[in-house]
């Protein structure tokens, strides 16, 4: 699924959510300027997928049609086949690595990050019969899936075999943060391209 189709599911879901909302709070829920949430809404009103009505004459409400109710529903189905898509996509990476770790010998794993990958990691661990030595992250928490969550600086003081980074637009930071711990390129994991 591509931006558009999220940025227009995401309108039609506030949208039937509260007619009322203002195109700043829908703004700042598309992570986009104004002027570009206006765009968005008149074209979506443009395809026939919302009415614009004003009540009164200086309030403005959104009012889904029939067939923003059939988009709506078409792009839901969408966002989920690509959700599951991605999900099994990076299990597959997150195996691929992991076994490839495990064949040379590394069975004590630190997983670096605390996201949604980092769950995934946890619970491909637990399926391979590899040991989690624990969570580090950059931002404070203290804990994440029961487990304490330390900051990097405390790698120097554990025994690991390595560390899987588990933050993909983080991977260039989490890797410079590591070697300025004098952690070895070595026990690095990092998620290979799709497969």
Known sequence: ??????????????????????????????????GLTNLYVKRLARKGYIKITTIPSHRVRYLLTPQGFAEKSRLTYLYMQYSLAHYRDMRARLRQTLSRAAESGMKRVVIYGTGELAEMAYLSLREMNMVLVGFVDDEQQASFLSYPVWRPQTLTEWEFDAVLLADLDGTVRQRANLGRHHIPDAKILALGPPI
């Open 1 to 34: 699924m591509n931006l558009q189709g999220q940025r227009d599911l995401l309108l039609l879901t506030e949208l039937e959510r509260d007619g009322a909302v203002t195109q700043r709070s829908l703004a700042v829920k598309l992570g986009v300027a104004l």
